[in-house]
Structures are given as C-alpha cells and as structure tokens.
C-alpha cells in the first residue's frame, strides 16, 4: 500500500467528518429555528387570546378575529373590554368593598352584553341594526360610568342599577 492511498483515505474521512458535522449542526439550527417559530406563534395567540378578553383570565365567546376586526360587533366588544379595564383601574378598589361588589355587577352584566352581541353578530343584516343601536349606547353608558368611577367619583347607584338594567335587558333577537 503506498502512503499516498493512506493519506488520501485520511483525507476522505475527514472530509466526511467535516460533512457530518456540518449537516448535523444545519439539522440542529433548522430544529431550533423551527422551535423559535412554534413558541413565538404560541405566545402571539396567547395574546391575542388574552386581548380578546374582556375580564383577564376569563375566556370569551368572542370570535378570535374580533381582536382586530373592523366589523361595528368587534368594535363593540372591544369597547366592553376597554371600559371594564378602565373600571378596574378605579383608585378606591383595593379597599372599599362597595365599589368592588359594583365592578363585579358591572362585569356580570357586561359579559352578559357581550354574550348577546355574539349571539346577535350571526343574525341576519336585518335585525342586526337594532341590536348595534341597543348596544352602542349601552357600551356609551358603560363607558362614562366606567370613566366616572375609575376617576375616584362617588358612588352613584341610581345610575349603576339604571346600566345594569339596560345592558342586562337588550331587545330580542329574532323579530
């Protein structure tokens, strides 16, 4: 056997070390990446899951396509959601019970609200109109009590019964 076969069996088994390493690190960097990919997913529908949320950690009967869409139904909701964080953003309830047991009223019947206005997306265009009419001033009235008392305003029950009243009475739905 001459030394020049040896050298060229070396060679040929290094270069074949070499491709090994090579593709095995190019499998290992497409498995991390592909990784990377499914987790970033994950958390993107995680949140937007989480922002379709109108109480945090309450799931929702909202659509998924509702946290972005432009349809009046999904502008509604999304309303809802922004009002209740705003009523939780109010100053005094961490220590006054009475506004805390008023919130939760409040979020009872916003999410009933919530509900009706699902129920009320899948009418027909028809009978539609009334329902949005009934529910924009409802989610407007919702807003400025929600404005009022995470502002730090007094207790006005007259005028929180008056809202519950309202959201929890919507019109039907099949005229």
């Known amino acids: 056997m001459s030394p020049h076969g040896r050298r060229c069996d070396d060679h040929t088994h290094r270069e074949a070390v070499v491709t090994t390493a090579i593709v ?6 497409c498995v991390a990446a592909a990784v990377g990919v499914f987790l970033m997913t994950r958390r993107i529908r995680d949140s937007a899951v989480r922002s379709n949320e109108i109480i945090p950690g309450q799931p929702t009967n909202a659509p998924a396509a ?7 139904e999904a502008r509604l909701h999304r309303r809802i959601r922004d009002a209740l964080a705003l009523l939780r953003a109010d100053p005094k309830l961490e220590y006054d019970g009475e506004r805390i047991d008023t919130r939760v009223r ?3 019947a916003a999410t009933d609200l919530d509900n009706w206005l699902i129920a009320a997306a899948k ?43 309202r959201i929890s009475s919507p019109p039907a739905l099949d005229a």
Do not use: F
């Open 24 to 29: 095995v690190v190019v499998l290992l960097a």
């Open 106 to 108: 409040i979020e009872l």
């Open 66 to 72: 509702w946290a972005g869409s432009h349809d009046p």
């Open 123 to 165: 009418t027909p265009p028809r009978l539609r109109e009334t329902a949005l009419a009934h529910a924009g001033s409802a989610v407007t009235e919702l807003e400025n009590v929600a404005a009022a008392l995470s502002g730090g305003a007094t207790m006005q029950h007259d005028r929180v019964d008056e809202l519950i009243t």
